[in-house]
C-alpha cells in the first residue's frame, strides 16, 4: 500500500440504514393543527432533530419532516406551516416534510414560537422578541427585554385582540404589546411568581396564567380582574388547555407527570389522573368541539384521553409509548421476525413491531407483589415494590399460549421474573432457588426450544433449573450445587435439550446433561467470557471474552474452530444469522462488525455515531436491529445481500472503518457527497481469475446460442403478407358534382418500374468489423474487433460474417478470423463466443476455405487446440461428477 497508511473503508457494504423505531416524543410541547380539506386533526411532535407528524384519530404517522442541525427546541403551527425553533434559526416546513423557509437574526437560543396571521414572533434566551413576515422571511418587528427584569417566558395571542399579543415574563409581571404599532398597551403586575404558561380560554377577554408556584389563575385582561385562581401541590404548572365541547373545565400538568381538572363553575377540583406521564407533561391540548385530549411527555409517549367517565373523568384511549430510558437488551421474538422486544433501564418489557406501529405491545414494569400493587388505585404508592431494570432475559415461543414464555433477570435481584407475550403482563411466578446467600444475584438465563424449561445462572456460581408452567425448581448443576466458582456470565440449551452450557468468570467454559445434571466437558478459556450465545441450528457457540477477543465452539466435537480480534472495547452483544454464516458483534468502540464463520474473516465494519449496547438479527435476515446508547430508539438495518448481489471481501486488521448515520437521520448533502477515490475503491471482479482456467463471456445466452439456427428462426418469423402502407389522402378532397356530396375515389399509384434491388458492386464496402479486422491482423491483438462483435446482434454477427468474402477478394479476412478464434481459445476467455462464432463461420465459408490448403493447415491446428481444450475439460467434469455421485451414494 502506498504511503504505508491504513486502509480507509467506504462504510458498510452488507447493511443500510432502513428507519428507527419507538421514537415518539421528548420534552418539547407538541403542536395541534386541523387539517380543512381531510376534516382531521393532526399532531407534530419533535424527536430529536426531526418532526413526527401523526393523524389523532388512529396515532399513525404519516410523514417524517427533513433533519435540522440542531435539536429541535419549539414547535408551532398554523393552517399552511409548521415552525421549528432550532438553536438561534426558526425553519418552516410545508407538507410536514421540507423547508420552504428559515429565518435567521437572533443571537440566542429561541426558546418560544407563536404564528400570528401573516406573521410569526420568536423569542430567544436573550430577551429579543422578532416579528417574522412569514412569506418574505423579513424581520417586521424587533423587540429587546432586559432579561433581568422582564425575561420572557410564555406568549399568547387574546381572541379578538387585533395586531395584541400577551408576554408573561419569569418575573411574574405580564405586557400587552400591539406589534402593528410596536407600543405597549398595558402592564400586569402580577402575582409574585413567575409565569410559565398562557392560554386562551373559551370566553373573551379571558385568559389562564398558569405560575412556577403552582397556581392557575383565570384572569380578565379587559376589566384586569381575576376571576378566580387554584393551586396545584404538584410543583409549576407546565400546561393548560380548556375544554370546548361543553363542561367548563381546565386541565393542569404537572412536573410529576400528573394532569388536574379544575370545574370552572363549581371553583373546585373535579378529578385528577395521577401518572399520566412518567415524566413531566410538555403540553396538554383539548380537540375543538371533542371530548379528546392530547398530551406528550418527555418518557417518549404521547397519549389520547375520552372523557366518558361519570364525573368528567377520563380514560386512556389510544397511545404510543416507547422506552423513558435507553434500551439495553434487545432480541427478537418469533420466528417472523416482525416483532423485538426490548427491555430499557426504565424498567419496562416492551415489544416493538417492524410491520406497523399499531402491533406495538407494552407489558409494563415489573412488580414483587401484584397484589399490593393494585393498591394504587386507592391512592396509595407503592414504587418500592417496582422491579429494578432487566439486565437479561430469554424468550421463547413453543408453548406461549399456554403459560408464560419470557424470563428476565433484574438488576440486584436473585429472582427471576416470568412474563406473559400474549397477555401483555407480568407472569405468575418468581423463580428464585430454594437456598442462597442475600448478596447473589441472577445473572444469565435461557428459555429450553421446547418452552418447559429455564435454566437460570447466578452470581454464587449456581445454575439452576425450573418448570415454566408450576414455576418449581427442578434441579441444579455441580456435585456442591455450584456449576462455577465465580459469576456465570452465560446459559445456554440446544435444541434437543441434551446439552446445557456454561460460561462462568473462573475462564471454564462446562458442558452438562441436561436430564442427569453431570458434567461431561470442561474447556479452559484464555480470558473470562463476557457474554455467550449459541446458534442451536448449527450448533456454533459464540463466546466474547474480556480481552476483546471472539471464540467460536462448535458443540459436537466441544472444539474451538475460530478465533476473531479487532475490537478496541469491551463487547457488548453478539448475534448470529439466519444461516449460522455470519456472527454480528458490537462493542464500545462505536464499529458493528460481521466476521464470517466458513472463510475465518471480517467482513464487514462501520462506525457509528453512538456506542451499540445491544444487537439483534431478524430470523428472516432481513433487518439488522441495534440499540445504542443515550438513544431511546430500536434502530434497523436493511441486510443488502436480500436485495441483490453483495461483494464481500476479507477485510485486513489496519481497516480504518467509515462511520455510518443512524436511521432516521438524514445526513447534510455535503457529507453524502463522495469523491472519486471512495467510488473507485469499490471491489470490482476479475476478467480472468487465471490463465489456465476457461472463462465464459457475460453476454445472454440468445447472443450466441442461436447463431446456427438464424434461417430457421427468420423463417419462422416470417408474416403471412407483407405489410402495406396506407395510400395517403390529398390535402383537398375531390368531390362528384350533384345534389348530393359523394367523394371521388382517387386513381391507384402507378407501380414504380425501377427495381429495388442494389448491385453487389453498391455493397462491396468494407465494414468496421473487416476494417478492424485487417488492422488487428497487422498488430496482432484482436480485443477491438472482438468487441465490436459482442456488441453486435445474432443478425449482425451472421451479415458481419457473411460480408468477409466479396467478388473478387481474396482469403485474407477468412484467415484473419481464423486467427482471431485461435487467439480466444489461446488466452481462455469468452469461452461460449469463441465456439459459437466458430460454428456459424464454418457453416458460412467452409466450402471456400477447403479450396485454400494455407487455410486448411490453419484450421487443423485450430482443431488441435479445440481437442486439447475439450480434453481437459471433460478430465474435470468426469472428476467433479465421480466425486458428487460418491457423495451421494456412498454411507459416512
Not at 425 to 447: C, E, F, K, N, Y
Not at 718 to 736: E, G, H, Q, S, Y
Not at 819 to 842: K, N, T, V
Request: a neutral charge; charged letters at 20%; glycine letters at 8%.
Amino acid at each position: 500500500m502506498p504511503g504505508g497508511g491504513s486502509l480507509a473503508g467506504g462504510g458498510s457494504s452488507l447493511f443500510s440504514g432502513f428507519r428507527v423505531l419507538g421514537l415518539y416524543s421528548n420534552h418539547v410541547p407538541h403542536a395541534l393543527r386541523f387539517h380543512q380539506k381531510h376534516r382531521e386533526f393532526y399532531l407534530v411532535t419533535a424527536v430529536g432533530k426531526c418532526l413526527h407528524t401523526y393523524n389523532v384519530n388512529r396515532l399513525g404517522i404519516v410523514a417524517v419532516s427533513n433533519s435540522l442541525p440542531d435539536d429541535i427546541t419549539y414547535v408551532a403551527a398554523d393552517r399552511m406551516l409548521v415552525f421549528a425553533a432550532a438553536g438561534k434559526v426558526v425553519s418552516a416546513f410545508a407538507r410536514n416534510k421540507e423547508v420552504v423557509m428559515r429565518y435567521e437574526g437572533h443571537k440566542w437560543e429561541v426558546r418560544l414560537l407563536l404564528p400570528l396571521g401573516d406573521h410569526l414572533i420568536s423569542a430567544d434566551c436573550g430577551g429579543e422578541v422578532i416579528v417574522w413576515d412569514v412569506q418574505g422571511g423579513d424581520e417586521y418587528l424587533h423587540l429587546q427585554f432586559d432579561p433581568n427584569t422582564f425575561d420572557v417566558t410564555a406568549m399568547m395571542h387574546p381572541s379578538t385582540y387585533l395586531n395584541k399579543i400577551l408576554l408573561g415574563s419569569s418575573q411574574g409581571a405580564l405586557q400587552l404589546w400591539n406589534i402593528k404599532t410596536s407600543k405597549l398597551l398595558y402592564t400586569f403586575p402580577g402575582w409574585s411568581a413567575g409565569v410559565t404558561v398562557l392560554q386562551q380560554s373559551p370566553a373573551v377577554d379571558v385568559v389562564g396564567v398558569g405560575t412556577a408556584t403552582g397556581r392557575i389563575i383565570i384572569h380578565n385582561i379587559r376589566m384586569d380582574e381575576t376571576l378566580m385562581s387554584f393551586t396545584q401541590d404538584w410543583g409549576p404548572i407546565t400546561s393548560l388547555a380548556f375544554r370546548t365541547d361543553g363542561p367548563p373545565i381546565v386541565a393542569s400538568g404537572s412536573p410529576q407527570g400528573h394532569i388536574a381538572f379544575w370545574n370552572l363553575e363549581n371553583r373546585q377540583l373535579v378529578t385528577q389522573q395521577r401518572h399520566a406521564h412518567s415524566t413531566a407533561v410538555a403540553a396538554a391540548t383539548f380537540l375543538q368541539g371533542e371530548p379528546l385530549m392530547v398530551t406528550n411527555g418527555a418518557d417518549n409517549t404521547i397519549k389520547v384521553w375520552i372523557f366518558d367517565q361519570e364525573g368528567d373523568g377520563a380514560r386512556l384511549l389510544r397511545s404510543r409509548q416507547g422506552h423513558s430510558a435507553p434500551p439495553t437488551t434487545i432480541h427478537h421474538h418469533g420466528n417472523d421476525g416482525k416483532n423485538i422486544l426490548s427491555a430499557g433501564q426504565d424498567g419496562t418489557l416492551q415489544s416493538f413491531s417492524t410491520v406497523h406501529e399499531r402491533f406495538n405491545k407494552n407489558l409494563g414494569h415489573g412488580s414483587i407483589n401484584k397484589k399490593k400493587e393494585k393498591k394504587k388505585k386507592k391512592g396509595l404508592t407503592y414504587n418500592a415494590l417496582r422491579l429494578p431494570a432487566i439486565t437479561s432475559f430469554s424468550s421463547a415461543t413453543a408453548r406461549q399460549s399456554d403459560w408464560d414464555s419470557i424470563v428476565a433477570c433484574h438488576r440486584g435481584r436473585l429472582a427471576a421474573s416470568t412474563w406473559n407475550y400474549q397477555r401483555c403482563t407480568m407472569g405468575a411466578h418468581h423463580l428464585l432457588p430454594p437456598s442462597s446467600r442475600r448478596d447473589t444475584v441472577a445473572t444469565a438465563v435461557a428459555i429450553t426450544s421446547c418452552g418447559n424449561f429455564t435454566v437460570i445462572g447466578s452470581s454464587c456460581g449456581r445454575v439452576d433449573v425450573y418448570n415454566l408452567q408450576s414455576g418449581l425448581h427442578r434441579g441444579c448443576y455441580g456435585d456442591d450445587e455450584k456449576a462455577h466458582s465465580g459469576v456465570v456470565r452465560g446459559v445456554a440449551t440446544d435444541t434437543l435439550n441434551q446439552l446445557t452450557i456454561t460460561a462462568g468468570s473462573d475462564s471454564l467454559l462446562k458442558f452438562w446433561r441436561f436430564k442427569t445434571k453431570k458434567q461431561e466437558v470442561e474447556l479452559k478459556l484464555n480470558a473470562a467470557p463476557a457474554n455467550m450465545m449459541l446458534h442451536r441450528d448449527s450448533g456454533m457457540l459464540a463466546l466474547a471474552l474480556d480481552d476483546f477477543t471472539l471464540q467460536v465452539f462448535d458443540i459436537e466435537t466441544r472444539r474451538l474452530i475460530r478465533k476473531f480480534a479487532g475490537h478496541h472495547g469491551n463487547i457488548n452483544d453478539m448475534t448470529f444469522s439466519p444461516d449460522g454464516r455470519w456472527l454480528i458483534t458490537v462493542a464500545m468502540d462505536c464499529t458493528i462488525r460481521t466476521w464470517d464463520l466458513p472463510s475465518g474473516c471480517l467482513v464487514d465494519c462501520f462506525l457509528v455515531a453512538m456506542a451499540p449496547v445491544g444487537v439483534s438479527m431478524s430470523p428472516t435476515g432481513d433487518f439488522l436491529a441495534t440499540a445504542h446508547v443515550d438513544s431511546l430508539g430500536l434502530y434497523l438495518w436493511t441486510n443488502k445481500s436480500l436485495c441483490g448481489p453483495v461483494g464481500l471481501r476479507p477485510l485486513p486488521a489496519d481497516y480504518q472503518p467509515v462511520e455510518e448515520t443512524l436511521p432516521g437521520v438524514t445526513a447534510d448533502e455535503q457529507e453524502q457527497e463522495m469523491t472519486s477515490e471512495e467510488t473507485d475503491d469499490t471491489f470490482k471482479s476479475a476478467d480472468q481469475l487465471g490463465a489456465e482456467l476457461v472463462t465464459l463471456s457475460l453476454l445472454p445466452e440468445s447472443r450466441w446460442k442461436s447463431l446456427l439456427h438464424l434461417d430457421i428462426i427468420k423463417k419462422r418469423n416470417k408474416p403471412a403478407a407483407p405489410p402495406v402502407a396506407p395510400t395517403a389522402a390529398p390535402f383537398f378532397l375531390p368531390t362528384i358534382p350533384g345534389l348530393t356530396p359523394q367523394f371521388t375515389l382517387a386513381a391507384a399509384d402507378e407501380q414504380e418500374t425501377q427495381s429495388k434491388v442494389l448491385s453487389w458492386g453498391s455493397m462491396s464496402q468494407k465494414t468496421k468489423f473487416a476494417t478492424a479486422l485487417e488492422t488487428a491482423m497487422d498488430s496482432g491483438s484482436f480485443e477491438h474487433p472482438l468487441q465490436l462483435l459482442k456488441d453486435c446482434g445474432p443478425s449482425a454477427v451472421s451479415m458481419e460474417l457473411s460480408g468477409l468474402v466479396s467478388e473478387g477478394s481474396d482469403s485474407s479476412l477468412l484467415m484473419a478470423f481464423i486467427l482471431m478464434i485461435d487467439s480466444m481459445l489461446s488466452s481462455g476467455r469468452d469461452f461460449d463466443l469463441a465456439h459459437g462464432y466458430l460454428a456459424l463461420f464454418l457453416k458460412l465459408h467452409l466450402r471456400s476455405l477447403s479450396q485454400d490448403p494455407i487455410a486448411m493447415e490453419t484450421l487443423h491446428c485450430l482443431s488441435t487446440r479445440l481437442e486439447a481444450g475439450w480434453a481437459e475439460l471433460r478430465a474435470s467434469f468426469d472428476q467433479s461428477l465421480c466425486l458428487l455421485s460418491y457423495t451421494k451414494s456412498a454411507l459416512l
